[in-house]
């Protein structure tokens, strides 16, 4: 079964760090880009950034929000993802889901991209 | 805030047709494909509808996408009460460099 378990949340004081982890299974971890989307409560859901595959050099993208405060990483060997989250704010209390991307381009140019498989989450109260 | 943007409700009757639009830009819903998503309440998010139109094994055909220019629509088909959720459209924008949902449409079934 294709899964992804999330875990590290908690709480934590503002300017503090944290590490969240997401564990794979029943795929080929190291095949796919992997992407963090998080929700605050009570709104829209917010994608945090993202990782791409080996193949792809492993580079990280990241929302303004965040840039500079977070970093995604992974270990293809234990087929995990990681975000490793700095200088906490009030506003980045939420509940941190990883996904699955699935990407590429259609006739060179449209480029499509989406998350098929997604974590329950972990969430993170910053206070 | 998001530059994609959602009516923030829709509701409908068992049964009925309803549509969601999704209103973006030329940076992401326009020339990029558009997702969608379902998060039924106190669940994660699930992949309704990808490359605009196509819905993954599992989705049941009364969920359909469509997009034209920088809009896209969801619609769902016989209405019904297990469809009672929030739905999401979200597209890669070239601008942002980045991923952005829409701002999200709760339907309700009444």
């Known amino acids: 079964e294709v899964q992804l378990v999330e875990s590290g949340g908690g709480l934590v004081q503002p300017g503090g760090s944290l590490r969240l982890s997401c564990a794979a299974s029943?795929?080929?971890?190291?095949?796919?880009?992997m992407d963090w989307v998080r929700q605050a409560p009570g709104k829209g859901l917010e994608w945090v950034g993202r990782?791409?595959?080996?193949?792809?050099?492993?580079?990280?993208e990241y929302a303004a929000s965040v840039k500079g405060r977070f970093f995604i990483s992974r270990d293809d060997s234990k087929d995990s993802l990681f975000l490793h989250m700095n200088s906490l704010k009030t506003e980045d209390t939420a509940v941190y889901y990883c996904?699955?991307?699935?990407?590429?381009?259609?006739?060179?140019?449209?480029?499509?991209?989406?998350?098929?498989?997604w974590g329950k989450g972990t969430t993170v109260t910053v206070s | 805030q998001s530059v994609v943007t959602q009516p923030p409700s829709v509701s409908g009757t068992p049964g009925q047709r309803v549509t969601i639009s999704c209103s973006g830009s030329?940076?992401?819903?326009?020339?990029?494909?558009v997702a969608w998503y379902q998060q039924l309440p106190g669940t994660a998010p699930k992949l309704l509808i990808h490359?605009?139109?196509q819905r993954p094994s599992g989705v049941p055909e009364r969920f359909s996408g469509s997009k034209s220019g920088t809009s896209a629509s969801l619609a769902i088909s016989g209405l019904q009460s297990e469809d009672e959720a929030d739905y999401y459209c979200?597209?890669?924008?070239?601008?942002?460099?980045?991923?952005?949902f829409g701002t999200g449409t709760k339907v309700t079934v009444l």
């Open positions: 996904a699955r991307v699935v990407s590429g381009y259609i006739l060179g140019t449209a480029y499509y991209y989406y998350m098929d498989v």
């Open positions: 029943g795929f080929t971890f190291s095949d796919h880009y």
């Open positions: 990782t791409r595959n080996k193949a792809n050099s492993d580079t990280t």
């Open positions: 030329t940076s992401n819903v326009d020339p990029n494909t």
């Open positions: 490359r605009n139109d």
């Open positions: 979200a597209a890669w924008d070239d601008s942002l460099i980045g991923y952005v």
